[in-house]
């Protein structure tokens, strides 16, 4: 939405590679998530915002997939950055409630809700207990979490383990499958130098759990900070997702969903889609465009306009997931 | 000894490169309203501040020669040195 609205602009360094269509999209994108719906999409654009719509009568995004039965739907929020106190957003668990509240009414009671990671601004056990708590309230079978560089500060992500690491592996790594599909959650906001990094143990943990896989069973890969190359001088890259990247390269629709960048953000690479999420706290500046990726002040209505959450479809035996982004109401 | 002081200021440490005698005790101020971490790079070395909000400060006094290669941990291309000669 908001993401979509500047994306014609040029981005500095590789976060642009797809040539920017009608409203952004490139012609790609925009055939392939026509394809998805195997239908006609009308993109609306209404106060600069631009919202993708089957044409006909059945609904929109997950929405449309829940028309089928047996269909998986999931939400994404990132971002919410519990604990932070500064003028870019001085009520992030207002906002946070608000994305939660906006989940639970989404009209069906999601799979699970992946938060993709900065659950808390500076990883203080006060700060795990308040999102801890805040999620619970989540309709939905399931909550997973990967975490974000701001849950591991000072401890290399013991606290946030301790927390939300039950069932996980190595460092907070783990994937399970449902509904036909193969999902996998990263963590590359440990070790870090100027990128995020996977490692070798976490990258051989993907490797044999890929390996018994079918090349036609969909992949969606979450981790906090993009594996694709956004902006590295902000350390919006991963330095050794190449090695992942390769591993997903046979399968014929991989979908890698982070968050970190504060803003929506798509790109397609063959057979692999990256979405960039929003936050729900506050927004950061567009690649480049600020001399760092600082809080960016924004007047209240824009900032609600700058948060949002997303809805992910999937009906068994299509190609492609449905991705959605709202805004918060 | 004496002390010397870096300055955490619109993200980035000034100075990036230092250069200071053995026995120096330095001490980081964060001058940005974003929280920072002064962390050594990779595994073993001897900065470990925590989340340093507005103003907040960190010292480490360096008793070894070497150089000390850090970053914010939360702020990963933040990247400086501490040269320590005898």
Known sequence: ?329 | MSGVAVTIRNFAFSPATLKVPVGTTVTWTDQDTDTHTVTSTGSGGPLHSPALATHATYSYRFTTPGTYAYLCTIHPFMTAEVEVTR
């Not at chain 1, 996977?198 to 990258?203: N, S």
């Not at chain 1, 069973?217 to 594996?227: N, Y």
């Not at chain 1, 007047?299 to 948060?307: D, G, T």
């Open chain 1, 1 to 329: 939405m908001t993401g979509y609205r500047d994306a014609q602009d040029p981005v500095p360094d590789g976060a642009a590679d797809q040539p920017a269509g009608e409203h952004g999209m490139s012609r790609r994108q925009l055939m392939r998530h026509a394809g998805w719906f195997g239908g006609a999409v009308v993109l609306t654009v209404a106060a600069g915002e631009v919202t993708s719509r089957i044409a006909g009568p059945r609904g929109t995004g997950a929405e449309a997939v829940a028309a089928t039965g047996g269909a998986l739907r999931f939400v994404q929020v990132s971002d919410s950055h519990i604990g932070f106190h500064g003028p870019a957003n001085t009520d992030v668990a207002g906002s946070f409630t608000k994305a939660i509240d906006q989940v639970n009414a989404l009209g069906f009671r999601p799979d699970f809700v992946m938060h993709s990671g900065d659950l808390t601004h500076l990883s203080t056990a006060d700060q795990f207990d308040q999102v801890r708590q805040m999620m619970t309230r989540l309709r939905t079978d399931r909550v997973f979490t990967v975490p974000g560089e701001h849950d591991s500060i000072g401890d290399a992500g013991r606290a946030y383990r301790q927390i939300f690491g039950s069932g996980t592996l190595g460092d907070g790594w783990y994937s399970f499958d449902t509904h036909g599909v193969h999902f996998v959650a990263l963590v590359n906001t440990l070790s870090l130098e100027k990128l995020g990094h996977l490692g070798t143990e976490q990258i051989d943990f993907v490797r044999k759990d890929l390996s018994g896989l079918s090349s036609d069973t969909p992949i969606v890969v979450f981790s906090h900070i993009p594996l694709f190359a956004m902006y590295p001088q902000w350390g919006w890259s991963t330095d050794d997702a190449l090695k992942v990247i390769a591993l997903l390269r046979r399968f014929s629709s991989v979908t890698c969903l982070n968050g970190h960048v504060h803003q929506l953000f798509t790109k397609t690479e063959g057979n692999i889609t990256f979405h960039s999420a929003t936050t729900t706290a506050y927004p950061l500046p567009k690649p480049g465009r600020a001399p760092a990726p600082t809080p960016q002040v924004v007047p209240a209505r824009q900032l609600k306009a700058a948060l949002g959450i997303r809805t992910v479809g999937y009906r068994q035996g299509d190609r492609e997931l449905a991705v959605k982004d709202e805004r918060l109401a």
